[in-house]
Nanobody
């Protein structure tokens, strides 16, 4: 069973930065896409950023220019550098990965989540 473990969350003031990391229990080259989602208080989970196995990133409009997703294939980690944080970025952030299952439905995995709170 694939395990994804997030780290790096915490409390930060508006305008500050945090770096989230997601460590996978197997080679991340097995996943055709990995990414970060978040769930703000009282709202639905939403996409933040994803990155393909080829290294192509995609971002939600709300974080473009502020967040950067990257992957380290040697360390089996996916990272999210978050700059210029705003109170609206407060949420539980989840790591996500997808890999082919041999059927039309991919296998999807989630981490346990890490809390990010942006407040003065």
């Amino acid at each position: 069973q694939v395990q994804l473990v997030e780290s790096g969350g915490g409390l930060v003031q508006p305008g500050g930065s945090l770096r989230l990391s997601c460590a996978a229990s197997e080679s991340i080259l097995n996943f055709y896409v990995m990414g970060w989602y978040r769930q703000p208080p009282g709202k639905q989970r939403e996409l933040v950023a994803v990155i393909t196995s080829g290294g192509s990133p995609n971002y939600a409009d709300s974080v473009k220019g502020r967040f950067t997703i990257s992957r380290d294939n040697a360390k089996n980690t996916v990272n999210l550098q978050m700059n210029s944080l705003e109170p609206e970025d407060t949420a539980v952030y989840y790591c996500n990965s997808k890999k082919a299952s041999g059927t039309t439905v991919p296998s999807i995995y989630w981490g346990q989540g890490t809390q990010v709170t942006v407040s003065s």
